[in-house]
């Protein structure tokens, strides 16, 4: 199986650059397996398709504003680390740039100085180990004051409200990109799903970098996938697998 099998024409102007607003208002493609049709609808139209006793399954993982730029001390040079992953304290690894002048000892300071690093570690695939200083009681307040969210690369805009870029139900923080499909619920249309007897059951999986990363091999099976943190608890579980039964 090639990656060109794949390759299809995208007009960079049908690839949205904001929310839509109300987020609910997003278009909506139904395939209907059975018939061999396709509906084109909008996503408040999804009650629709859904019956008393169904499950509907949401990820409420949080995206982490994970993005900071900063400058090298003592030189001023511009410099991004994006957190990837939480190693252990405030060691997490990042993917830093420009990379190859980030090494082992290399010091940054980000927005006022009041968040400062040291890059521990080279790892083999090019991340980096990095250890945080702060003067809050949580790294977490300082990425709320200093970062920025992690955007796609096709997404050239940043918002201006970074709550766009969450799930209305986000509430475990780990993701370095947002679990897009679920934008599009609003509380209301959660209310109404619920109204039908539908059970909304939330699992939590992080959303990793390498949901951006391309696929390099032309052969797309020998693609490494990277892996992804997720927990699904046993209240979840019965709940899915009940009414998969």
């Known amino acids: 199986m090639l990656k060109k099998d794949f390759w299809y024409d995208l007009p960079k102007e049908l690839i ?28 408040h139209d999804l009650p629709e398709y859904l019956n008393a006793g169904d499950v509907l399954v949401v990820n409420n993982s949080k995206v982490l504003p994970a993005r900071l730029m900063g400058v090298k001390v003592p030189t001023g040079a511009v410099c991004e680390v994006l957190l990837l992953r939480q190693a252990h304290g405030d060691t997490w690894e990042c993917l830093a740039r420009p990379g190859r002048r980030m090494q082992a000892g290399t010091k940054l300071s980000f927005g006022d100085g ?11 695939d090019g991340n980096k180990y990095v250890t945080f200083q702060y003067d809050t009681q949580t790294l977490y307040e300082k990425l709320d004051e200093f970062g ?8 050239t805009r940043q918002l201006e409200d970074q709550s766009q870029y969450q799930t209305v139900y986000a509430k475990e923080l780990g993701s ?4 897009t499909a679920g934008l599009h619920f609003t509380p209301e249309l959660l209310d109404t799903i619920r109204a039908k007897g539908v059970n909304i059951v939330e699992v939590t999986l992080h959303v990793g970098l390498g949901t951006f990363r391309p696929v390099s091999e032309d052969n797309i099976q020998e693609h490494q996938m990277h892996t992804e943190w997720y927990c699904v608890d046993d209240a979840a579980a019965e709940a899915i697998n009940a009414a998969r039964a």
Do not use: C, G, W
């Open 16 to 43: 949205a650059q904001e929310p839509a607003d109300p987020r609910d208002s997003a278009r909506l493609m139904v395939l209907d397996r059975k018939n061999d049709t396709i509906e084109h609808r909008i996503f």
């Open 114 to 124: 009041s968040l400062t690093a040291t890059v521990d570690e080279t790892l083999p």
């Open 148 to 155: 920025k969210m992690p955007l796609p690369p096709y997404i």
């Open 176 to 179: 370095a990109a947002a679990p």
